[in-house]
């Protein structure tokens, strides 16, 4: 049975803001109308996969497989969402400011939108494991 969530309607969203933007402005260059169409479709595309039950079973699965790993590599793997998530809004929120949000920047930070939605998403599920 699929199962909507919030994150679902994240990624739906994001992908038809991508899409307005990429068909709306006339002046964008092929490249980035590509860019922005792609990463538009990635979006949609972990918008259906989120779905299905996989998705969510992934993280405790994978939680599972840690236990007998040694600690350092459990505690990378327990941050490594959190560093995605801020090395992916060091790098695209200046360049957006600094371009005064040019298309051109909006295509450049499009691309770490969906890291930082499937880390949001993987850090949610995380959370209610635990409760």
């Given at each position: 049975?699929?199962?909507?969530?919030?994150?679902?309607?994240?990624?739906?969203?994001?992908?038809?803001?991508?899409?307005?933007i990429a068909l709306q402005h006339p002046d964008i260059t092929p490249n980035l109308k590509t860019t922005l169409l792609v990463n538009a479709g990635?979006?949609?595309?972990?918008?259906?996969?989120?779905?299905?039950?996989?998705?969510?079973?992934?993280?405790?699965?994978?939680?599972?497989?840690?236990?007998?790993?040694?600690?350092?590599?459990?505690?990378?793997?327990?941050?490594?969402?959190?560093?995605?998530?801020?090395?992916?809004?060091?790098?695209?929120?200046?360049?957006?400011?600094?371009?005064?949000?040019?298309?051109?920047?909006?295509?450049?930070?499009?691309?770490?939108?969906?890291?930082?939605?499937?880390?949001?998403?993987?850090?949610?599920?995380?959370?209610?494991?635990?409760?």
């Amino acid at each position: 049975m699929r199962h909507f969530t919030l994150f679902t309607f994240l990624y739906l969203a994001a992908g038809v803001c991508l899409t307005a933007i990429a068909l709306q402005h006339p002046d964008i260059t092929p490249n980035l109308k590509t860019t922005l169409l792609v990463n538009a479709g990635l979006l949609y595309l972990v918008a259906v996969l989120s779905t299905f039950p996989f998705w969510r079973q992934s993280v405790p699965q994978s939680q599972a497989r840690l236990r007998d790993k040694p600690a350092w590599r459990r505690n990378f793997v327990m941050i490594a969402p959190w560093l995605i998530i801020a090395l992916t809004l060091v790098t695209a929120i200046p360049d957006l400011v600094n371009h005064n949000w040019a298309t051109e920047a909006i295509a450049r930070a499009s691309v770490g939108l969906l890291l930082i939605l499937v880390s949001a998403e993987q850090l949610f599920i995380r959370s209610q494991i635990r409760q």
